[in-house]
């Protein structure tokens, strides 16, 4: 026998349990759903997780994004599709390289005592001891993925599938290796991609150096906001068409500080509004220098170490400082040597390491690159051709502006976690082959002679901009390839649009001949009160596991989605975690209190309200209240299920909140509890209507809430034992059930009853006190209330319901929707001469501010001379309180209590 529902909701008593029954009975893998459903098998339906670093911890933007993507695949899931959710973590090269140096450092060691393969080594059994965290935390909010297919970055089998993307794209001449200007951090010594150089506004300084002529007849001013890299210049660049420079064009310039001699060059590369219009031209360290180098066969003078000290190119005064150091000193001398002419501020975008923000070098290095315009283009086009469409609508405007500006994408990282790139090296000088291979090389295939491997590592973002098929089996034929590629759904945040989004797009289209999904969710970020964005950094996330802990996890996925408008951030306070999560709590707990009342009411299995059942409830049994409620419900199904379909998850979430909270628990349930308890006809109707649009409501709110939603589903009388909400049939639209005349007259009988309780609270009435109400009509047409007479006195404790005109005149008055008048008498439910004492009171209180702040308006000394906001303020305040006078006045004269307050 079933143990009766606890009597409050406990989410820390249900939602372990259930979601390790849910994993027991494979709901989550949709081959194992489709066996257990039979019939013809449903349609494919593929969410794939944006694999989360291996080394990270769950935080409010891991919760709103799965709990979003759980939304959905929990939804499609309910509508019959074979719903696969693919999860998985990143390596993450980078981030988790630096994790474990930290972790060395404190045992007084770096990764170069150890060397490359205990490195590594000591790397994996970190990951092996911390790698599942963030699954298990995702699984603590319920996220529904099909864990049994977790693949990780670095397995063997997507190792072998990175290897065979890099050698079919090299040799399609898509990857190539070339000496560039690249986004060098010092902290972490490695190169990096553009998109991983974030740029940042700062405070920065324009320094006008002079440039003396060799000849002495003068000088030449350049404008710079990096002048330690002054050291490494080759020439001054002026554009051609500018007049002010040309008769110096191809003269001689003494470097200062270095002492020795530079050219002027024309280059159309050059802003001639930018400072003086001359430009330092430094090819080791600017990719536009560079650019100008390569056109003038310029030679490059590296003048910093990978660490970003000054190396042995410079004067040896300045070898081994830090860059800033350095800056410092040359400023310093330039000053002293009168060549420092003046110093601006100008704040302007600095790239920073997106991993450890440090400020980026820009670094002449030798790297490898994918050629990104052949693969951008075909991505492109099926955005345009609307195959691959965004929402909202306008991030697919950066999506475009992107691709059509594309730069080759550095692919090579100087770290020794990651995927080794595959190239080998004869290691004789006179031979110099390289070999690219799917496999490792032992010799050289030319002479014989013995290899090694390339040093670096493919960026962490190589790997995971394929996951979308190698987490299928690929480059095998596997049969979760053919069922599964293309996906159908990307949900992400805007932050990694061309980080991964865009990418992934372009090895499918490339790989597959497919994009791997043709919509892209991108919804906001997770911001605090002063819409900053939560982090570590600034001390103001959230930890959702004690969110969790504290409220449970249906709460927390309600707040989330119920805050989030398409497009727009969430806004949570970190530092009143009731204000942001209470709400969700109070929701469940009102979704118990009425699943217990309900299902208390269901000895054993309610009748059906449709099908073939001899038992079937007829029309001619339902009263207008069951009606009602049948029509509301068929409506909330429609809304929802358009809301959940246009990805408006927070309209659906509201639908089902006000069809649960308002008509189901706070009128309809009240409306039948006599017929449940025996004082009239109609027990059985009413509890087979408030079983069907309470199991529809849950199947609605599940996708959201799955937690409370599937304990209570369970509890149905006549529920198989094995059954679960998760994979139970999505509510379909019933015309039949639609019924505008129940909709129109019970919203009456609602108008009623909330005017009579907006009454009873204006003039303070006893919640236990039972007035009178009369009700005028401009017609005969009241016969919706007459029918509902006895709802309309029990929910609005009304002793004596009575229709025409009132006979009395001290009373609260309310017109409805349709023209019937409310009136109250409340001679016998209030003290009216004590309510008249106390509105007159303060109908004198409010004179006296209004007289008061009349004569300060008054005042023209005043209105000169304060700020206009303040006197608008202060105009506000007098209106404010005439209106509220005026209100006052008004119920003074209904009550009868004489002329009020002037």
């Known amino acids: 026998m079933t143990a009766p529902l606890a009597p409050q909701y406990d989410p820390s008593q249900i939602e372990a349990p259930l979601y390790a029954w849910w994993r027991d009975r494979g709901l989550f893998d949709p081959n194992a759903v489709q066996r257990s459903r039979g019939g013809p098998a449903g349609a494919p339906y593929v969410i794939q997780m944006p694999p989360p670093n291996v080394t990270a911890e769950l935080h409010t933007g891991h919760g709103l994004n799965n ?16 719903a696969l959710w693919v999860p998985g973590t990143d390596h993450a090269g980078i981030a988790t390289q630096n994790v474990v ?51 990780f970055t670095l397995d063997d089998d997507l190792s072998r599938a990175v290897r065979e993307v890099f050698v079919r794209l090299y040799e399609k001449g898509l990857i190539y290796r070339g000496h560039y200007i690249i986004n060098w951090c010092p ?45 490494g210049d080759t020439a001054v660049a002026v554009h051609p068409g500018d007049e002010r420079y040309r008769h110096l064009v191809g003269r001689a310039l003494r470097l200062p500080l270095a002492d020795r001699l530079i050219p002027v060059v024309e280059d159309e590369a050059v802003d001639p509004a930018f400072g003086s219009g001359a430009v330092k031209v430094t090819p080791a360290h600017d990719p536009t220098d560079f650019e100008i180098g390569r056109r003038h066969q310029l030679p490059s003078v590296d003048v910093m170490t990978p660490e970003a000290r000054m190396s042995l190119a410079v004067p040896e005064r300045f070898q081994g400082q830090d860059r800033f150091e350095a800056r410092r000193q040359v400023v310093g001398e330039l000053e002293s040597l ?20 440090t400020v980026i070098e820009p670094r002449l290095s030798e790297q490898w690159f994918v050629r990104m315009d052949p693969l951008a283009r075909p991505a492109l086009e099926r955005y345009r051709d609307g195959t691959v469409q ?33 190239v080998w090296y004869c290691a004789d000088d006179r031979c110099a082959r390289a070999t690219v291979s799917r496999t490792d090389v032992a010799a050289c295939p030319d002479c014989g002679g013995g290899v090694r491997q390339d040093d670096d590592v493919l960026d962490t973002w190589f790997s995971s901009w394929l996951v979308p098929f190698t987490s299928l089996g690929w480059p095998e034929p596997t049969s979760d390839l053919a069922t599964y590629y293309p996906g159908h759904t990307l949900v992400s945040s805007p932050d990694i649009i061309f980080f991964w989004v865009s990418r992934m797009i372009m090895s ?63 806004i949570l306070d970190p530092n009143d975690l009731d204000s942001s999560f209470a709400p969700g709590r109070n929701f469940a707990n009102k979704l118990w209190n009425a699943g217990r009342f309900i299902l208390s009411n269901l000895a054993e299995p309610p009748r059906p309200l449709a099908g073939g059942s001899p038992n079937v409830v007829r029309r001619s049994e339902l009263t207008l209240a069951d009606r009602w409620i049948i029509a509301r419900c068929e409506a909330t199904v429609r809304e929802a299920t358009e809301a959940y379909e246009r990805f408006r998850l927070n309209e659906a979430a509201g639908a089902v909140y006000r069809f649960i909270w308002s008509d189901l628990a706070d009128w309809y349930i009240e409306q039948i509890k006599p017929r449940l308890y025996g004082d009239a006809p109609g027990g059985d109707v009413a509890r087979a209507v408030a079983a069907q649009t309470f199991d529809v409501a849950l199947r609605l709110l599940h996708p959201v809430m799955p937690f409370v939603t599937e304990a209570l589903w369970r509890r149905f009388p006549g529920r198989p034992e094995d059954a679960s909400i998760s994979v139970a049939p999505w509510p379909g639209p019933d015309h039949r ?15 009623v009853v909330g005017a009579i309780r907006a009454i009873r609270a204006e003039y303070g009435v006893q919640p236990g006190q039972p007035v009178r109400a009369v009700l005028t009509r401009p017609d005969s047409g009241d016969g919706a209330i007459r029918r509902e007479q006895v709802t309309v006195t029990r929910l609005a404790r009304v002793s004596e319901l009575s229709f025409g005109d009132p006979r009395e005149r001290v009373g609260g008055h309310a017109v409805l929707s349709d023209g019937t008048a409310v009136f109250v008498p409340l001679g016998d439910a209030i003290d009216v001469g004590r309510e008249c004492g106390r509105l007159s009171a303060e109908v004198q209180r409010l004179s006296q501010l209004v007289e008061a702040q009349d004569k300060k308006l008054g005042n023209q000394q005043f209105v000169s001379r304060a700020p206009a906001d303040v006197v608008h303020r202060e105009r506000e305040k007098a209106s404010t309180w005439r209106e509220q006078r005026e209100v006052l006045g008004r119920k003074l004269e209904l009550l009868g209590c004489g002329p009020a307050g002037s």
Request: aromatic letters at 10%; proline letters at 3%; hydrophobic letters at 35%.
């Open 67 to 82: 709990t979003v993507q759980d939304v959905l695949i929990r939804f499609e899931r309910m509508r019959g599709r074979r």
């Open 101 to 151: 140096e930290r972790l060395l450092a404190k045992e007084g060691l770096t990764r170069f005592d150890l060397g490359r393969e205990a490195f590594i080594e000591r790397v994996w059994a970190y990951v092996r001891q911390t790698g599942a965290q963030i699954l298990d935390q995702l699984q603590a909010i319920g996220c529904s993925a099909d864990w049994s297919r977790t693949y």
């Open 187 to 231: 902290r972490c010594l490695t190169a990096l991609s553009n998109e991983e150089a974030e740029k940042e506004e700062v405070e920065g300084r324009i320094w006008h150096i002079r440039y003396p002529l060799a000849d002495g007849e003068g000088h030449l001013t350049i404008a710079t906001t990096r002048p330690e890299t002054l050291l």
């Open 338 to 357: 009168g060549l420092l002419e003046k110093v601006e501020s100008h704040r302007h975008a600095v790239g920073h390491c997106y991993r450890c923000n």
């Open 390 to 422: 965004f929402i909202p609508e306008r991030r697919g405007d950066d999506y475009e502006r992107w691709l059509e500006g594309i730069r080759d994408w550095c692919i090579s990282r100087q770290l020794w976690w990651g995927h080794r790139i595959p």
């Open 508 to 570: 499918g289209l490339e790989f597959m001949g497919q994009p791997p999904y043709t919509r892209i969710y991108l919804h906001g970020v997770v911001r605090d009160t002063q819409h900053r964005k939560m982090s570590k950094s600034l001390g103001n996330g959230i930890d959702p596991l004690e969110v969790v802990e504290r409220y449970g996890a249906d709460a927390l996925r309600y707040s989330l989605v119920s805050g989030m408008s398409v497009g727009t951030d969430v």
């Open 737 to 751: 059930a639609e019924d505008p005349e129940a909709l129109r007259e019970f919203g009456l009988v609602q108008e």
